[in-house]
């Protein structure tokens, strides 16, 4: 007998969790987080969890679960939701995977091998090779080391050509190589619908703002100050949250509140971009419906 699973994906503040809540509802269906920053301890204003009434409403799983000190992963996250499919006491209701990270929905779908972890001191010598490159640097630097992975990732933020050329250089094999041996995805057997969000441009703008300073408003820089108290790796990918180097600028006088909100607000809206462009060009056009 076929089962059923919804997936719903789309850029930060497109109404995901709303439609998402909205469908749980109708189908008893549980939320399952797909979103790399929401997996995470503490960051729950700043990553944009959904709030106590919202878990009051339907059942949500892999929210918040994991501490800040982690480098979790795209594999770690796919062990994690083969966990929560498997629960007994969830047999029969409908799993609704929300978020905005690209790389987990593909997984999902498609399978993953994980890469063998990268030595820390490989991970910092590359951080501080590509901290200062831009974008066409980025792309010159990925297609002269791995080619094969640059074919593949035209446009590499600099968290991925690090994770790429790290597996390169730990490894010898192209981060290409290992994901060509990926395993089956976890959702052969499930009857999928599938939804990209992809609101105005001017109406996600708005939202992004005034989201925001709802945030400033409701508990994020107390999140921010608790972080900073942890004194953790400021490579680690709970650091490096939308946000976080911007409010704790703003805490430590070097900026005024006004200026790190548009700051935190610009990357959001570039980060908004490049997610509109990645699901665009992976997921638009095949059987996912726009929304």
């Given amino acids: ?69 982690v480098r979790f992963s795209t594999g770690a996250w796919l062990e994690a939701v083969k966990t929560v499919l498997e629960r007994i006491d969830l047999a029969g209701r409908i799993p609704i995977f929300v978020g905005g990270t690209g790389l987990y929905f593909k997984a999902l779908l498609n399978g993953f091998t994980q890469a063998p972890e990268v030595p820390q001191e490989i991970i910092a010598r590359l951080e501080a090779e590509v901290s200062t490159l831009g974008r066409e640097e980025r792309r010159a630097l990925f297609q002269s080391r791995d080619p094969e992975m640059a074919a593949l990732l035209a446009e590499p933020d600099r968290q991925r050509l690090v994770r790429a050329l790290g597996v390169l250089e730990a490894t010898g094999r192209s981060l290409a190589s290992w994901q060509a041996d990926a395993q089956d995805g976890l959702l052969g057997e499930y009857r999928l619908e599938k939804i990209v969000l992809n609101p105005g441009r001017d109406l996600l703008r708005q939202r992004i703002g005034d989201r925001f300073f709802a945030m400033l408003d409701t508990g994020a820089v107390q999140e921010v100050e608790q972080l900073a108290a942890l004194q953790l790796d400021p490579t680690l990918p709970a650091m490096k949250a939308i946000g976080v180097r911007e409010i704790l600028r703003w805490k430590a006088g070097e900026i005024s509140k006004n200026k790190a909100a548009e700051l935190t607000i610009t990357a959001t809206r570039q980060y908004a971009k490049r997610q509109r462009t990645w699901f665009r060009n992976q997921m638009v056009g095949w059987d996912w419906r726009e929304s």
């Fill in 1 to 69: 007998m076929s089962k059923d699973a919804i997936l719903i994906a789309g850029p930060t503040a497109s109404g995901k969790s709303v439609l998402a809540l909205e469908m749980a509802q109708r189908v008893d269906g549980v939320i399952i987080n797909t979103d790399s920053m929401q997996v995470y301890k503490v960051l729950n204003r700043l990553s944009a969890r959904p709030q106590p009434d919202d878990l009051a409403r339907a059942e949500h799983a892999l929210y918040g679960f994991v501490d800040p000190s």
